[in-house]
């Protein structure tokens, strides 16, 4: 069993940047691929970036290709979304999600391949 947690969202104008974190709780984290997604009212959950268990693999959407960066963070079960250059559009709540088998390249965006799922962190663009 994992349980994701997010934190770090908030309140941030135009062409800001925050950095959310996911910390995750329960089996041995550093060979899980994990993901975030985000969510407006009315859509449905959305891919913005994951990684692979090891972190050599990285895949992003093409709406904040250029602008946000995954990694894993040195404290042991960490991932973290560094957002910059944020737009009134990136607004939405930020979900980390964990998938118990290797990234694959063909499904990692989508929400049905994750196995764990936090619950979600607000992050709201201000124009």
């Known amino acids: 069993q994992v349980q994701p947690v997010e934190s770090g969202g908030g309140l941030v104008q135009a062409g800001g940047s925050l950095r959310l974190s996911c910390a995750a709780s329960?089996?041995?984290?550093?060979?899980?691929?994990m993901g975030w997604f985000r969510q407006v009212p009315g859509k449905e959950r959305e891919f913005v970036a994951a990684?692979?268990?090891?972190?050599?693999?990285?895949y992003y959407s093409d709406s904040v290709k250029g602008r946000f960066t995954i990694f894993r963070g040195n404290a042991k079960n960490t991932v973290h979304l560094q957002m910059n250059s944020l737009k009134p559009e990136d607004t939405a709540v930020y979900y980390c999600?964990?998938?118990?088998?290797?990234?694959?390249?063909?499904?990692?965006?989508?929400?049905?391949?994750?196995?764990?799922w936090g619950q979600g962190t607000q992050v709201t663009v201000s124009s």
């Open positions: 990684i692979s268990g090891k972190g050599i693999s990285t």
């Open positions: 329960g089996r041995t984290f550093s060979s899980i691929a």
């Open positions: 999600a964990a998938r118990t088998g290797p990234l694959l390249s063909s499904s990692y965006y989508y929400t049905d391949d994750y196995d764990y």
